[in-house]
């Protein structure tokens, strides 16, 4: 059965990058900041992030630190375990459990993703994601087609189905200054929230491994 102490457990180990599978295990993390606007270009707020995550083989796992622009909250924390693989050159699947926290109001859920990925070529992939919501019995369902315009740009559309039948779409176009930096623009609209355009830096780096 599920706890938010198996999960801490779980995703600990994960982390370990000494011990047995010292010299093994491959650990990065990251950094980004984000601010978002409505549809007319106004200002709405703003977020940071970080994440170290550890990987060993398929099995990976991590943490994710997160501002919020929250009354109840001021910072998100997620955990999450999971594990990734190829089928074969074209198709890959990627599985993983991830637990979500307030700093003030503590343990909130946790859901399990699956992502199925079919590469139709060194520049086209389509990935299909199910999201699934054990506590709420609920599912999200998308579907995003990345295309690799050229060795910097790369542009992702998306459609989904969300927990409560809302359609919701996301465009996404994402620039590569360097290996470890890159740029984004999100747009983003759906049935139950208004437009928004969020313009994101991040800053990817690898640790050990």
Do not use: Q, R
């Amino acid at each position: 059965m599920f706890t938010p102490k198996n999960l801490c457990a779980a995703t600990a180990l994960c982390l370990l990058p000494m011990g047995a599978y010292a010299g093994s295990v491959e650990l990065s993390g990251g950094l980004a900041a984000s601010l978002y606007f409505d549809k007319d270009l106004d200002h709405t707020s703003e977020t940071v992030e970080g994440y170290v995550e550890a990987a060993y083989g398929g099995l990976y796992g991590g943490i994710w630190i997160g501002s919020l622009d929250d009354p109840a909250d001021d910072v998100e924390y997620d955990l999450y375990i999971g594990y990734a693989g190829d089928v074969n050159d074209n198709f890959s699947y990627d599985v993983y459990v991830t637990g979500y926290w307030g700093d003030d109001s503590g343990y909130w859920t946790y859901d399990v993703t699956t992502d199925l990925t079919y590469a139709f070529s060194d520049s086209v992939a389509a990935t299909y994601e199910l999201i699934w919501d054990p506590d709420a019995d609920t599912f999200d369902n998308s579907i995003a087609v990345e295309f690799a315009v050229n060795d910097k740009w790369t542009i992702t559309p998306l459609v989904g189905i969300d927990g409560a039948d809302d359609t919701y779409g996301e465009l996404s176009f994402l620039y590569g200054l360097t290996d470890e930096v890159s740029f984004e623009v999100l747009f983003e609209d759906s049935e139950s929230a208004s437009p928004m355009i969020t313009f994101t830096a991040y800053y990817d780096f690898s640790i050990a491994g």
